[in-house]
């Protein structure tokens, strides 16, 4: 057979092998040249995004550690307008800022300055470097009264604004937000509260109970109505109940388990004999409750008696007083005015009166139907509890008498704070509202005593038909300061 003309076919089947391969090849090569061109720009965003969260974080620091709150004499809270959000200076947003492309907007140039060199920096990377800054905008403002030291703090919100650039043939820009805040935590969240962790940290016994009531409602009687709920005590050891008319009216909260006998190898979280009830039943915390031990008055008050009487007018030493009816009245010259006293006694049908302000004393001894009358409040009294060596005295409160009149039943009116690991004891009265601040201190409640407010304490131990009466308004009006947390993150880039 004659095939000359299928001559070449070779070299053509060849050719489009070679053009295969080498549309193969090139398309092999687009495919690499974008993978590492996404690689790169994954990189770039990552290393810009560090940049912003950087920016972020030195703001937040910043903002945390170094910024002094409006409050003060040299930046009062009347510059801001708090009722709109964000808060507004000269009718405009509040801004702190080191971005050049945001303009601060802040009442102290020296906040200004020191917030535009701390939230603004660089990151070295392999290939150059990521520059940043920030700028933290104030949504939200108010200031309360801190329970533990009286004094006012500024709460604050604050959404930061991170920026992370990288310049170059390639930029890359990340921008980060994140929200910080600082809310209120409630101080007095129980009847009763006792630090200590062991057997019988809360004792009730011979028909001790707890319940509740709203120092904000209508006095009916006299007296506030009270409610058969929420009377919730906590501790981080053992609640021991004896007795069918022993009641808790709310409930028992701990990080102990189990109920039944309690001993110091097997700390159980409640202990119920004769009869005894927790209404609301148990309620297990994850971790101990831990309360600051309240700084001692400073300086210390003298350890000199100081005696009130019914006929006997001011004591000697006792400044900014006037005899009064049955016995005296205290007047400091403003609420936050602080009155130094020592060791102070009332009896024989002595009447104190008390109109607002700080009182650091020594101890306090009330008996023999004598009484303290709250004029307004808040009364804050600092007990030091000092024995005049040095040591510490083994009672520095004791409530006796007619106990304590509190017209309002507001037991924010009337504060005992005490650091020391005496003891506090309340019995007899059943008008007594006020709040027991004393950490590393025993309490003991008997022969009927009513308290209304609240208690926190090492150890409480409750008898005789004493009852203790929760203010559910202390979980909004007897605050602190809780930590801050960021309550948002969200980021995007360009």
Request: hydrophobic share 35%.
């Given at each position: 057979?004659?095939?000359?003309?299928?001559?070449?076919?070779?070299?053509?089947?060849?050719?489009?092998?070679?053009?295969?391969?080498?549309?193969?090849?090139?398309?092999?090569?687009?495919?690499?040249?974008?993978?590492?061109?996404?690689?790169?720009?994954?990189?770039?965003?990552?290393?810009?995004?560090?940049?912003?969260?950087?920016?972020?974080?030195?703001?937040?620091?910043?903002?945390?550690?170094?910024?002094?709150?409006?409050?003060?004499?040299?930046?009062?809270?009347?510059?801001?307008?708090?009722?709109?959000?964000?808060?507004?200076?000269?009718?405009?947003?509040?801004?702190?800022?080191?971005?050049?492309?945001?303009?601060?907007?802040?009442?102290?140039a020296a906040v200004r300055t020191a917030f535009g060199a701390a939230a603004q920096g660089t990151l070295n990377v392999n290939d150059g470097s990521v520059t940043y800054t920030a700028y933290a905008t104030l949504t939200s403002m108010r200031q309360i009264t801190d329970v533990y030291?009286?004094?006012?703090?500024?709460l604050q919100t604050w959404e930061i604004t991170g920026d992370g650039n990288i310049a170059g043939a390639r930029p890359a820009q990340v921008e980060v937000l994140a929200t910080i805040e600082r809310q209120t935590t409630p101080v007095y969240s129980y009847a009763a509260f006792a630090?200590?962790?062991?057997?019988?940290?809360?004792?009730?016994?011979?028909?001790?109970?707890?319940?509740?009531?709203?120092?904000?409602?209508?006095?009916?009687?006299?007296?506030?109505?009270?409610?058969?709920?929420?009377?919730?005590?906590?501790?981080?050891?053992?609640?021991?109940?004896?007795?069918?008319?022993?009641?808790?009216?709310?409930?028992?909260?701990?990080?102990?388990?189990?109920?039944?006998?309690?001993?110091?190898?097997?700390?159980?979280?409640?202990?119920?004999?004769?009869?005894?009830?927790?209404?609301?039943?148990?309620?297990?915390?994850?971790?101990?409750?831990?309360?600051?031990?309240?700084?001692?008055?400073?300086?210390?008050?003298?350890?000199?008696?100081?005696?009130?009487?019914?006929?006997?007018?001011?004591?000697?030493?006792?400044?900014?007083?006037?005899?009064?009816?049955?016995?005296?009245?205290?007047?400091?010259?403003?609420?936050?005015?602080?009155?130094?006293?020592?060791?102070?006694?009332?009896?024989?049908?002595?009447?104190?009166?008390?109109?607002?302000?700080?009182?650091?004393?020594?101890?306090?001894?009330?008996?023999?139907?004598?009484?303290?009358?709250?004029?307004?409040?808040?009364?804050?009294?600092?007990?030091?509890?000092?024995?005049?060596?040095?040591?510490?005295?083994?009672?520095?409160?004791?409530?006796?008498?007619?106990?304590?009149?509190?017209?309002?039943?507001?037991?924010?009116?009337?504060?005992?704070?005490?650091?020391?690991?005496?003891?506090?004891?309340?019995?007899?009265?059943?008008?007594?509202?006020?709040?027991?601040?004393?950490?590393?201190?025993?309490?003991?409640?008997?022969?009927?005593?009513?308290?209304?407010?609240?208690?926190?304490?090492?150890?409480?131990?409750?008898?005789?038909?004493?009852?203790?009466?929760?203010?559910?308004?202390?979980?909004?009006?007897?605050?602190?300061?809780?930590?801050?947390?960021?309550?948002?993150?969200?980021?995007?880039?360009?």
């Amino acid at each position: 057979m004659n095939r000359s003309n299928e001559q070449g076919i070779a070299m053509i089947l060849a050719l489009f092998m070679v053009l295969a391969a080498s549309v193969i090849g090139a398309s092999l090569m687009f495919v690499s040249q974008t993978e590492t061109l996404s690689s790169m720009n994954y990189r770039l965003m990552s290393q810009a995004r560090y940049g912003a969260e950087s920016g972020v974080h030195k703001a937040a620091n910043y903002l945390l550690n170094t910024y002094a709150a409006p409050g003060t004499v040299g930046d009062p809270l009347a510059n801001y307008n708090t009722t709109v959000s964000p808060v507004t200076y000269n009718g405009n947003p509040v801004v702190l800022s080191s971005d050049p492309a945001v303009s601060s907007n802040y009442p102290v140039a020296a906040v200004r300055t020191a917030f535009g060199a701390a939230a603004q920096g660089t990151l070295n990377v392999n290939d150059g470097s990521v520059t940043y800054t920030a700028y933290a905008t104030l949504t939200s403002m108010r200031q309360i009264t801190d329970v533990y030291s009286g004094s006012p703090v500024t709460l604050q919100t604050w959404e930061i604004t991170g920026d992370g650039n990288i310049a170059g043939a390639r930029p890359a820009q990340v921008e980060v937000l994140a929200t910080i805040e600082r809310q209120t935590t409630p101080v007095y969240s129980y009847a009763a509260f006792a630090t200590d962790n062991g057997c019988a940290s809360l004792s009730f016994a011979g028909g001790a109970t707890t319940n509740s009531y709203d120092s904000t409602g209508a006095l009916v009687g006299g007296v506030p109505a009270v409610s058969s709920t929420s009377g919730n005590v906590g501790t981080n050891g053992n609640l021991t109940d004896v007795g069918n008319t022993t009641v808790i009216n709310g409930t028992l909260s701990t990080p102990r388990t189990g109920v039944g006998a309690c001993s110091a190898n097997n700390v159980t979280a409640e202990t119920l004999t004769g009869g005894a009830t927790v209404s609301g039943g148990l309620n297990q915390l994850s971790q101990a409750v831990s309360y600051p031990t309240p700084a001692p008055p400073s300086p210390l008050p003298p350890t000199t008696s100081q005696s009130f009487t019914q006929n006997g007018g001011c004591p000697a030493g006792v400044a900014d007083c006037s005899a009064s009816a049955s016995g005296a009245t205290i007047t400091p010259p403003s609420p936050t005015s602080v009155e130094t006293l020592g060791n102070i006694t009332l009896n024989g049908n002595a009447v104190l009166h008390l109109r607002a302000g700080t009182y650091v004393i020594n101890s306090l001894t009330q008996a023999g139907n004598s009484k303290i009358v709250v004029d307004s409040g808040p009364v804050i009294f600092q007990v030091a509890g000092k024995d005049g060596t040095g040591g510490n005295m083994a009672t520095p409160i004791t409530i006796t008498g007619n106990g304590i009149s509190n017209p309002t039943y507001s037991p924010n009116n009337l504060e005992f704070i005490y650091g020391g690991p005496g003891q506090v004891k309340l019995s007899g009265g059943d008008t007594t509202s006020a709040l027991v601040y004393a950490p590393n201190a025993t309490a003991t409640f008997s022969g009927g005593a009513d308290l209304y407010g609240a208690a926190i304490v090492r150890q409480v131990t409750a008898t005789g038909g004493a009852v203790i009466h929760y203010d559910r308004h202390l979980l909004t009006s007897a605050v602190t300061a809780g930590n801050y947390m960021m309550s948002a993150f969200t980021w995007k880039n360009y």
